[in-house]
């Protein structure tokens, strides 16, 4: 399995920016789309943005779209996820993986890497 390391989560005011980086040691993700998740306190992890192996394609949340911006770097098996205009409901503890599609819900795949320990973010009003 992929091993998985996030970083780059602070405490920010809102309106303010934060940029996440997700390392993949273990394998190359290069053949893998990659994606982002969070989870807010006493809630489910839910999808927040996707990209394809080759970088030609992005997919966003609803809640993130116009704001965030995932990027990789596949030469660094690194992920990127510029986050612009934060909010308080940003908050959260974030993940990355590798993600599926199904339907109009993503999952990450199973299998690809165990969950790291995430990077808080954490927004003030």
């Known amino acids: 399995q992929v091993q998985l390391v996030e970083s780059g989560g602070g405490l920010v005011q809102a309106g303010g920016s934060l940029r996440l980086s997700c390392a993949a040691s273990?394998?190359?993700?290069?053949?893998?789309?990659m994606g982002w998740f969070r989870q807010a306190p006493g809630k489910e992890r839910v999808f927040v943005a996707a990209i394809s192996w080759n970088g030609g394609s992005t997919y966003y949340a609803d809640s993130v779209k116009g704001r965030f911006t995932i990027s990789r770097d596949n030469a660094k098996n690194t992920v990127y996820l510029q986050m612009n205009s934060l909010k308080p409901e940003d908050t959260a503890v974030y993940y990355c993986?590798?993600?599926?599609?199904?339907?109009?819900?993503?999952?990450?795949?199973?299998?690809?890497?165990?969950w790291g320990q995430g990077t808080q973010v954490t927004v003030s009003s």
């Open positions: 273990g394998r190359t993700f290069s053949g893998y789309a």
């Open positions: 993986n590798a993600p599926y599609r199904d339907g109009s819900s993503w999952y990450p795949v199973p299998d690809f890497g165990s």
